[in-house]
């Protein structure tokens, strides 16, 4: 579980959330690689954070700048238009860092567990604790997407494969811990921003897997609360 699609079912997963429909179905294959002069509706904030001149205007810098941001997380399609899908991610990202080492402010994860991996869908970060005392992380992860959503609620990680491979979708799995019915911490060679998200694992950089999988028993909880954005 847990390993996405190629990359050109992901664009019609979101189709409607990325640049005008009109704009990606008329693009021939060399239009599609090159950049757009059309400016999009979250062009200042990405011209933000992304360090570029706040004018709201697409300049061909501004394009190739967002462009190389789209092909590093997989974003289809990569003509550099400031678009929702982008701009969602991008937002992502400074939620993420806003969090700090503070992961559970709200105590929304279990303190009373001993050492727990927490699981939070909403920022789509993890972390292992011990008590409050913060043990790895957080780290961000990429989970379930619309139709495979990661399951919420406490629960326990039932089985290691250091080596899985799916029988599903017969891709590779390295690290994995599962914790509800083939649902799994696993690392993928993806970035973890890369939408629209899993078929329902919490996908990890080998790093982080392989943290989790030395500090992480079979027996050990898991607690996953929230809701991935766009779910």
């Not at 567990?113 to 292992?128: D, E, F």
Request: proline share 6%; hydrophobic share 35%; net charge positive.
């Amino acid at each position: 579980m847990g390993v996405i699609a190629r990359r050109g079912v992901v664009a019609l997963g979101v189709m409607g959330l990325v640049a005008p429909l009109t704009l990606a179905l008329t693009a021939t294959p060399a239009q599609a690689a090159s950049c757009t002069t059309q400016a999009g509706p979250y062009q200042k904030q990405v011209e933000k954070f992304l360090g570029r001149p706040v004018d709201g205007k697409q300049s061909a810098a501004d394009c190739q700048a967002i462009k190389a941001f789209q092909d590093k997380h997989g974003i289809i399609p990569d003509i550099g238009y400031a678009g929702s899908v982008t701009w969602g991610v991008m937002d992502l990202m400074n939620k993420q860092r806003a969090v700090g080492k503070n992961p559970n402010k709200d105590a929304a994860c279990p303190v009373n567990k001993g050492r727990i991996a927490c699981v939070n869908l909403t920022l789509q970060l993890s972390w292992i604790q011990d008590g409050k005392k913060l043990v790895y992380g957080p780290v961000p992860v990429r989970t379930g997407r619309q139709g495979f959503a990661t399951r919420t609620g406490l629960k326990k990680i039932y089985w290691r494969d250091l080596n899985h491979v799916s029988t599903v979708y017969n891709v590779p799995m390295p690290y994995s811990q599962f914790f509800d019915g083939g649902q799994a911490f696993h690392s993928v060679g993806l970035s973890m921003w890369n939408p629209p998200g899993s078929h329902g694992c919490v996908n990890m950089t080998t790093t982080d897997a392989k943290e989790y999988w030395s500090l992480l028993r079979t027996g050990d909880d898991v607690f996953v609360y929230g809701r991935k954005p766009g779910t």
